[in-house]
């Protein structure tokens, strides 16, 4: 079973601050997914990350996948209110009977305060 | 882009009673998923939907009570029977296109009430 350790569970900061979400696991994924979901939404997919130790970048959102692939991060630069929502980060393992299944860190809910 | 669409959006219904969820996507999909999640919480894996063959389900989930459909590429059904209040929840499926480390898309969810 493989399972994805997200942390912080919770974040709430002000308006123009930094911040960073991990997820971590035990487990080597073939790719890793980040989704941000708000309410009444389904998890809109912000990033996929496929080849170890890859980076990258969407406006103030760095995404970072770690060397062995068991770990990534997220980082917001400069976090706005509308930033503001329900972060989950997704691993997938490819081949076999789990061919495409997601596994899921238990999310971060991120309040940012104007 | 390709559209998900999941119906109903919401629905309260009695104990005991049975609700079908219907997922629809615009174009041919590779995979697609039930989940189930909390509000604020992450997302529960149900199960696989297979098209022309029987679901395949997660651990803590069975065909009696979440039986599901998938009669071609583009259509999927989640049906929760026998509700009780504990089965309250926000129901999501997901798609995948193409083959390969390929992400998967969600819906916008049904949510469940259970009176």
């Known amino acids: 079973t493989q399972l994805l350790e997200q942390s912080p569970q919770f974040l709430s900061i002000q308006e123009g601050e930094n911040l960073t979400v991990y997820c971590n696991s035990s487990?080597?994924?073939?790719?890793l997914q980040w989704y941000r979901q708000e309410p009444g939404e389904g998890p809109v997919l912000l990033v996929t990350?496929?080849?170890?130790?890859e980076v990258k970048k969407l406006k103030r959102l760095t995404f970072q996948f770690g060397d062995a692939r068991k770990d990534s991060s997220l980082h917001i630069t400069a976090a706005q209110p509308g930033d503001t929502g329900l972060y989950l980060c997704a691993g997938a393992y490819a081949g076999g009977t789990s061919y495409g299944k997601l596994t899921f860190g238990q999310g971060t809910i991120l309040t940012v305060h104007p | 882009s390709a559209v998900i669409s999941q119906k109903p959006s919401r629905d309260i219904c009695q104990r005991g009673t049975s609700l079908t969820i219907q997922c629809q996507v615009d174009s041919q999909v590779t995979m697609m998923f039930w989940y189930r999640q909390q509000p604020g919480q992450s997302l529960t894996l149900i199960a696989t939907?297979?098209?022309?063959?029987?679901?395949t389900y997660e651990s803590g989930f069975v065909i009696d009570k979440f039986p599901i459909s998938r009669p071609n590429l583009t259509f999927s059904t989640l049906t929760v029977s026998n509700m009780s209040p504990e089965d309250s929840s926000i129901y999501l499926c997901?798609?995948?296109w193409g083959l390969g480390n390929q992400p998967q898309h969600f819906g916008d969810g049904t949510r469940l009430s259970i009176l």
């Open positions: 939907a297979n098209q022309g063959s029987e679901a």
């Open positions: 487990s080597v994924f073939s790719s």
């Open positions: 990350v496929v080849t170890g130790g």
């Open positions: 997901s798609v995948v």
